[in-house]
């Protein structure tokens, strides 16, 4: 159904609130589908003098501008039986406020204020606005949060809100970036005292689950140990119980490896890093792949013996077929590359379908399941085994090489080294997720300090449409001149962002693997930062592999920005780097190796005696 930006004004302004309100919902299912780009799902009339770039931000105001006077009526509200839903989709809200010059919804809460008009000292709000300040208070929202004063009212509502805060892919303002931290521990601490994880807003869960990895605190991941309680209680609810099969290898057969996929098509990131070892894996297993139709594609399948399609029937059944498939073909290793991308893997982490339960780091953290037995992950890429709740199944540092990507020029580029720029041009390849105020600190710190002019190229994934405009907002709230944040690219455009850059830095504290690949095959050396968790200490093994000399990768921040300076400033320093350790050729050592290796690790975990 095609939304009409005109009817929605309409129907607000002439106070239709139930018409309205279904539009609303409508919108904000749109933009999440599409990660912020109704695309062709939306009409509106701009005004023609508007030009190509500034029709966004005029529907972006329009947009908000009816939204807060559909939600400053005090005669409209919400059915409480979907609210959970609404939180659902929360965060798009916030997006669509955060796109614009208003950022944040306050102004509407504080027109709520019971304790008078213009009070900003004190807000009180009627019991019955209490879901609606809770929908409009938004991670960028400069009013207080009192959430334990929402919880002695209404606790699910309070951990709806908590979770909302947590969901969205983008945090990057440091009034954002604050709650995550204090709200991580707050969550920690209150969902098990719940015990209806239907009366919370499901959908956004594994987001929580997974963007939790983001955050600075080292307990970060502690979270995790609570969403996995009300994942037990919801699996028994449903009757989902484990299976206890014996583990052992039958002679003259190939046990089962199960994989359970979660993205896994020829341009993502997974497939490039995980194919090659399930590839060789099936010289000692029979290898039966499980995903879903709309994640995967042919050269996905093929990387397996069978592949057989989860249906795209509800989540309960979902589990209910994994674990019937794992029964039925007497499954030895379940083995997921990834978790928390979606909330099938998140759940599935939590129910024992084999006598081994292992996982690879698609998305390096930890799971906190007292199901997971086992972690795969290469002996440079570790850091502190602390962070870890699972087993560690070490490869050597060869044992899973990667693919070049499916995009990648059979004939790339030679490097475009510049002798002495005027502006140095720095790139930034990272997710949404991934940037951060701390990072972004550290950036606005190189560009004042250093001796020469730098310029940062921010290339960012699920950088599209109004969470493009925010995060090029918050970019330049600390950054200003000194940086251009690019949409998300096809591939190739992408390349040629990163080819125009003289050098690249890593964000941290969550860094990159296909980034820097991405980077050192155009060309470019870079700085990185390294730490305890695997998710910054694989830029540190990425870089011992690649050759680069060791004051690259920086045990601190402080170390970081005056490497990042140096790297900067030394242009023949600079130049002679990329001749000596990047372009397409030197690479070629990330994709060589020894991927049999995971398998003969299962076999030995198989045939080890269970205690």
């Not at 972004?440 to 560009?447: F, K, Q, T, W, Y």
């Amino acid at each position: 159904m095609t939304f009409q930006l005109e009817e929605f004004e309409h129907l607000v302004y002439s106070r239709q609130h139930e018409p309205a309100a279904r539009m609303l919902v409508q919108l904000l299912g749109l933009l999440d589908s599409s990660y912020g780009v109704p695309g062709d799902q939306f009409r509106a009339q701009p005004l023609e003098a508007l030009g190509a770039d500034g029709i966004a931000p005029h529907v972006g105001v329009r947009l908000a501008s009816a939204i807060s006077c559909l939600f400053a009526d005090r005669s409209f509200q919400f059915s409480p039986g979907g609210l959970p839903g609404l939180f659902t989709l929360q965060r798009w809200l916030a997006v669509l406020f955060g796109s614009t010059p208003f950022i944040n919804a306050d102004h509407v809460v504080r027109a709520l204020n019971l304790s008078g008009r213009g009070d900003l000292e004190h807000l009180a709000v009627a019991p019955q606005d209490l879901a609606r300040f809770c929908l409009l208070y938004m991670p960028e929202s400069e009013i207080g949060l009192e959430i334990d004063a929402i919880w002695d009212v209404d606790p699910a509502l309070a951990v709806s809100l908590g979770l909302a805060l947590l969901s969205p892919r983008f945090l990057g303002a440091a009034v954002a970036h604050d709650k995550r931290e204090t709200l991580l521990p707050w969550l920690s601490e209150r969902l098990p005292l719940l015990d209806d994880l239907d009366k919370l807003p499901f959908g956004i869960l594994h987001d929580v689950y997974m963007h939790c990895s983001y955050a600075d605190r080292a307990d970060k991941h502690a979270i995790k140990r609570s969403i996995n309680v009300l994942i037990e209680r919801w699996l028994d609810r449903h009757g989902l119980r484990a299976l206890h099969a014996p583990r052992g290898i039958d002679p003259g057969t190939k046990p089962v490896l199960l994989v359970v996929l979660e993205w896994f098509n020829a341009g993502h990131s997974i497939y490039r890093t995980h194919s090659r070892t399930l590839e060789a894996a099936r010289d000692r297993f029979h290898v039966i792949g499980m995903g879903l139709g709309s994640a995967t594609d042919e050269p996905g399948r093929a990387v397996f013996d069978e592949f057989i399609e989860i249906h795209p029937v509800a989540l309960a059944q979902q589990l209910g077929q994994i674990r019937d498939v794992a029964a039925l073909r007497s499954a030895q290793i379940l083995y997921m590359p990834s978790v928390g991308m979606f909330p099938l893997t998140m759940m599935l982490c939590n129910l024992r379908v084999a006598p081994v339960m292992a996982m690879a780091l698609g998305h390096p953290a930890t799971t906190h399941s007292e199901a997971m037995d086992v972690v795969v992950v290469e002996e440079d890429y570790v850091g502190d085994p602390a962070c870890f709740s699972e087993r560690l199944l070490i490869l050597p540092r060869d044992g899973m090489p990667y693919r070049p990507s499916a995009h990648a020029s059979a004939q790339p580029e030679a490097p475009r080294l510049r002798g002495r720029p005027e502006v140095v041009r720095i790139c930034v390849a990272a997710s949404a997720m991934k940037i951060n105020p701390g990072f972004l600190d550290a950036c606005r710190v190189i560009a004042d300090t250093s001796n020469v002019a730098v310029h940062f190229h921010f290339a960012v994934a699920f950088a599209r449409g109004m969470v493009h405009e925010q995060i090029r907002r918050v970019v330049a709230h600390t950054l200003g001149a000194h940086a251009t944040v690019h949409s998300h690219r096809s591939y190739a455009a992408y390349m040629e962002i990163v080819r125009d850059c003289d050098m690249f830095i890593n964000p941290f504290p969550f860094g990159n693997t296909n980034g820097v690949i991405d980077c050192v095959t155009a060309g470019l050396v870079g700085v990185c930062r390294t730490g305890p968790e695997v998710h910054e200490h694989i830029d540190h093994g990425l870089f011992d592999r690649l050759g680069l000399p060791g004051w690259l990768v920086a045990p601190d921040t402080e170390r970081y920005i005056d490497a990042a300076r140096r790297l900067a400033e030394d242009h023949d320093l600079r130049n002679d780097l990329r001749r000596n350790y990047s372009g397409p050729g030197k690479v070629q050592c990330l994709f060589q190796g020894r991927p049999e290796i995971m398998g003969r690790k299962f076999i030995e975990l198989l045939e080890e005696n269970p205690s």
